[in-house]
């Protein structure tokens, strides 16, 4: 397999036996070490020499579609982008025949893109064109410019194409072929005027397109531009059409005259101009966990666009919230005003009354009922600062550990899994380690919505480097649809066919028998326990046949490596837990830990979802998951933070709704979540939450769980304070303020120390990196973390020793146990709580969607995202909908033991037969008024998954939820890439220069 892959945000073209060691080279006249195997243009570019490259990326490898590279070896031309060096090779970038060569090339670039820089919203001083032009001191152009006969394409809300303005580079296309692999954009080579096309011919707004807008970010001029860089970036860019036409017309008229050499230098003062209100501040994503990070250019409080490219996780990739859900920041909804209750009606206030009060009830409340009648939750969305303040919030200055976060609702399972047989509850290794797998098995994860950057590298792997890929989920999503076998088996059974394969795997000699003597404790008795998991018992329970669940199981055992990732479709059932701890049971017993391209990735939802738990806002935990029954541990934290700690553990989210309603529970702090529509059984925890005492919720919004609340706190979203977020990764990363709180709005931090003054505590955190310093010092698990180790791009992923040395793999010595043994953990089946039975007869399953997150709060806040996907809505197989008489857009009653939605259907084979999928993303219809209480026992994470309803037809007939422009009905065109031999082959074609050998070309 070859190992091409983008690394810490560089790609790495390079396979291990090449690694080492180095070669000579000669560059005009001058030796260097090069990597054996790299590409020249890397080698040129590292020791500083100035070559032209419009079309290369170090992220997306050789296009080889614009010859501005081209060097001497030999006598002969070649594309140093392409050009694999070699030990004794001698090149020159500055011979004539290849400065010729590279100006014809050029040249034939600027006869597809005007300049008219000074007016160009992208003239900031990094476009490629631009400074190409000004590289080669071009004076003249020999080819003129000519349109091309097509429309500008405004038809995305996000961005634009201008096809007069595209230099055919193919950066786009192979970004979205072979980095996103969204597979929509091609160039027509055969066209006697090719362009960029989407989906073979689409408008871009009715194409397969995600927009996540990897395309725009990598085009090397303003062909492709986000709309909100156009008119905004430039002194001059917002002048009407005409205007800037006249301006263009005069700039034209002058250059044969003046050359562009005088033309270039106005731009560049322009463009210097801009540098004196155009901010880049690098912040880190906050919608899901994989932790993509970027620069946010800001002029005032205007977002001109995201910029990714160094960020460890993601390089130049995004999803459409990262590059583009950013509106809701500056919506004109935010919270600016603390509020408090009076009646049924909320007054403003001011933020001295609204504390004072809070402090007064908490105060009264704990004098009259004891520290445990209150609770604390915190948000997976706030920084780790702020989830470490607020269980110090709880423990050391109102005494409970009645402290919890929302990866209760998801990761509590994993995490317990993979606590059980390898002792860390975090992701095995990176994003770049799932790359190196040879085999991939997502469980209940619909990857390329849910987590869209690491499913990328998932895509890429699988489509360019023979990665091959299992898919097992209930619904046919894209990575289903990609997958080489696609597992369908009947909801909530995952425990028991992949304890079948194990057990298979066992008893036929293909398990890693000398990892399990090494590295494995408890063979023998879950041995014992894996006997009724026979091939048939699996096939009977989960509809799989034999056969398929054979080659499986032999697909693991071939493998070079396996990396399983799992998300909600595993945690959210009864034997979520279980089910986690299978799949790490799976991978011990095949040896696939402690190296590269193996292990287990729970794929973290939020944010900082992982940072949350991190950070101790867990009823049993202290930070870094030091219990807080443990003597030891409590007396550090008491040293450290001068108070007495309670001892017992904390109620947990589910446990507090349950406390509520027994009138134990008096009162609820709750940060950033929308519990009352994320939380199952929605219906029974709003009425928990009207029986609170005392209820403050703290949001950037007026959420539907605000309605509940005596005070609502005005808090500030990430771009607008600095802290740390940790990502599935385990990666932790810094984000800097990119705007100052939105007058009237506090960042979560200084509200927490706020209310902990005034309840008596003596905090004194001018900044974020104090609380951060702080915690490494009570937390082995983060000891060498401060901000300076984490400053820029820098990042560290946990355990950090003190030294700062952190750990990418994370078991690459020992597992985390006493013997440095992992255990397997024997497992029963008791099937799922809730099933289908002849009044609910329809399996109800929930989740994710691409655009929005988690209930839309944020999202549904973006305009673009709006427009594409305005409405929730539930997916109904072909079938039944022939069967109920229902089409898309037919309004439906779903009724469950727990509660009922009005929503519309859209008929999608993504479901099968009688299984029913609802998005997660509503206020008004939300999925959890159907889903139950139950819960997985280990951790109390509710079975939201094991849902049966009953649907009823209701009389109206409305649009289709989905509107045509949403990406889900367009047409992907894949190809192998840019396919630039197309290009070489068109009649008019010929390679600048003399005569072409290509050396070594990989
Ligand atoms: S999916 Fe759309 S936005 Fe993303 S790279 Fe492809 S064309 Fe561009
Ligand atoms: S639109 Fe695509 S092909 Fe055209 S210049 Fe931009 S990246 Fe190159
Ligand atoms: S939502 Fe997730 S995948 Fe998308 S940009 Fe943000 S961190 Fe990256
Ligand atoms: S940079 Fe080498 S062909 Fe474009």
């Avoid at 059409?241 to 250059?255: Q, T, Y």
């Avoid at 590295?519 to 034999?546: D, H, I």
């Avoid at 900082?608 to 003597?631: E, F, I, K």
């Avoid at 705007?739 to 008596?760: M, V």
């Amino acid at each position: 397999m070859q190992t091409s892959t983008i690394v810490n945000g560089k790609r790495n073209n390079m396979s291990p036996a090449e690694k080492s060691p180095e070669v000579g080279v000669v560059i005009d006249s001058s030796s260097h070490a090069a990597r054996p195997g790299e590409w020249l243009v890397d080698l040129i570019n590292r020791v500083g020499l100035q070559l032209p490259q419009v079309c290369y990326h170090p992220q997306l490898g050789p296009v080889q579609t614009c010859d501005t590279c081209l060097v001497e070896i030999d006598g002969q031309l070649v594309r140093a982008c392409a050009t694999a060096v070699s030990e004794g090779m001698s090149v020159s970038t500055v011979s004539p025949k290849a400065h010729a060569a590279r100006q014809e090339a050029f040249d034939r670039i600027l006869s597809n893109h005007m300049l008219y820089c000074t007016v160009c919203d992208n003239n900031n001083g990094n476009c490629t064109v631009h400074n190409t032009t000004k590289l080669l001191a071009i004076e003249h152009q020999q080819i003129p410019f000519q349109t091309k006969p097509y429309e500008v394409d405004n038809t995305n809300p996000f961005y634009r194409y201008d096809p007069d303005q595209c230099v055919l580079c193919g950066r786009c296309v192979e970004a979205c072929q072979n980095v996103e692999v969204n597979e929509t954009l091609s160039i027509n080579w055969d066209d006697p005027h090719p362009r960029v096309l989407w989906d073979g011919g689409s408008t871009i707004g009715e194409s397969s397109c995600v927009s996540c807008g990897h395309c725009v970010t990598v085009c090397p001029c303003n062909a492709l531009m986000e709309k909100s860089m156009l008119g905004h970036a430039g002194f001059l860019t917002g002048i009407s059409k005409r205007a800037l036409n006249s301006m263009i017309d005069v700039v034209k008229g002058v250059e044969p005259e003046t050359g562009y050499g005088s033309i270039l230098r106005v731009s560049e003062i322009e463009s210097a101009m801009r540098e004196s209100r155009i901010r880049r501040t690098k912040t880190v994503c906050t919608y899901c966990g994989v932790g993509c990070s970027f620069n946010i250019w800001t002029k005032d409080r205007h977002i001109l666009k995201v910029e990714p490219s160094d960020g460890p996780a993601n390089g130049i990739s995004t999803c459409v919230k990262g590059k583009f859900g950013w509106d809701y920041v500056n919506a004109p909804d935010r919270l600016t005003k603390p509020l408090i209750r009076e009646g049924d009606e909320f007054r403003e206030a001011s933020w001295d009354e609204a504390l004072d009060l809070v402090v007064r009830r908490f105060t009264e409340i704990k004098a009259q009922h004891g520290p445990d009648s209150l609770a604390f939750i915190s948000s997976s969305k706030c920084t780790n600062e702020e989830s470490y303040l607020m269980q110090k919030l709880a423990r050391a200055v109102v005494g409970t550990n009645n402290i919890d976060n929302c990866s209760r609702y998801c990761q509590a399972p994993a995490t317990m899994g993979l606590f059980r047989t390898v002792g860390y509850g975090g992701d095995s290794g990176s994003i770049h380690d799932i790359e190196n797998a040879g085999l991939v098995l997502i469980v209940g994860s619909n990857t390329a919505e849910s987590h869209p950057v690491l499913a990328t590298r998932v895509k890429r792997a699988h489509k360019l480097h023979g990665q091959k890929l299992i898919v097992a989920d209930l619904r046919e999503h894209e990575m289903a649809r990609r997958a080489d076998v696609f597992l369908h088996p009947k909801p909530g059974t995952d425990l028991v066919w992949l304890s079948a394969i194990t057990r298979y795997l066992l008893e036929n000699g293909l398990a890693h028998d000398d990892f399990l003597r090494q590295w494995v404790n408890g063979l023998e008795e879950y041995k014992k326990r894996l006997e009724p998991f026979t091939m048939e018992f699996a096939s009977q329970t989960c509809g799989l046949p034999v056969e398929t669940l054979e080659k499986v199981a032999h697909m693991i055992a071939e493998a070079s490596g396996v990396c399983v990732l799992w998300a909600m479709g595993v945690t959210q059932h009864s034997q979520g837990s279980d089910t986690s701890t299978a799949i790490s049971n799976l991978l011990l017993v095949t040896g696939n830990y402690m190296r590269t391209g193996t292990g287990a990735y729970p794929l973290r939802g939020h944010n900082n979802v992982q940072g949350a738990s991190d950070s101790g806002a867990m009823p049993n935990n202290l930070p870094g998951y030091q219990s807080v029954d443990n003597p030891e541990v409590r007396a550090r934290f008491e040293a450290a933070w001068k108070v007495n700690l309670p001892s017992t553990k904390g109620l947990d989210n589910h446990e507090m709704v349950d406390a509520i309603h027994q009138g134990k529970l008096k009162s609820l702090y709750l940060i950033g979540e929308e519990m009352a529509v994320v939380d199952s059984n929605a219906n029974h925890v709003s009425a928990a939450f009207s029986k609170l005492d005392f209820f403050v919720v703290q949001d950037i919004f007026f959420s539907a769980t605000c309605r509940f609340a005596d005070v609502v706190l005005p808090a500030s979203p990430s771009l607008e304070k600095d802290g740390t977020f940790t990502s599935t990764e385990r990666r932790i990363q810094r984000l800097y303020q990119v705007f100052e709180p939105l007058p009237g709005s506090r960042p979560d931090w200084k509200i927490t120390q706020d209310i902990a003054n005034r309840l008596g505590a003596n905090w004194n955190y001018g900044h974020p990196s104090k609380i951060m310093s702080e915690m490494a010092s009570v937390t082995p698990m983060v000891a060498g973390v401060n901000y300076e180790r984490l400053e820029g791009y820098q990042s560290l992923q946990w355990p950090v020793a003190a030294d700062g040395s952190d750990q990418p793999l994370l078991y690459t010595k020992e597992f985390n146990f006493p013997d440095g043994k992992a255990r397997l953990f024997p497992l029963s089946w008791s099937g799922p709580v809730e099933k289908p039975n002849a009044q609910f007869d329809l399996h109800l399953n929930n989740g994710r969607l691409l655009e929005h997150f988690h209930e839309g709060n944020m999202t549904y806040r973006v305009k673009g995202i709006h427009e594409k996907t305005p409405d929730t809505f539930v997916e109904i197989s072909p079938e039944l909908a022939r069967e109920r008489g229902v089409q898309s857009g037919t309004w439906l009653l779903l009724i469950s033991r727990y509660g009922q939605v009005r929503v519309r259907a859209l008929v999608t084979d993504r479901v099968s037969g009688r299984e029913l999928y609802m998005p997660m993303n509503s206020t008004e219809s939300p999925v959890n008024r159907l889903t139950s209480s139950h819960t997985d026992p280990a951790t109390h994470t509710p079975a939201y998954k094991e849902t049966s309803v009953h649907m009823e037809i209701l009389p109206e007939i409305g649009e289709s939820p989905l509107p045509r422009a949403n990406p889900r009905f367009g047409h992907p065109t894949p190809q192998s890439g840019v396919e630039v031999e197309r290009k070489w082959k068109r009649s008019d074609y010929r390679l600048p220069g003399s005569q072409f050998v290509q050396i070594r070309q990989k």
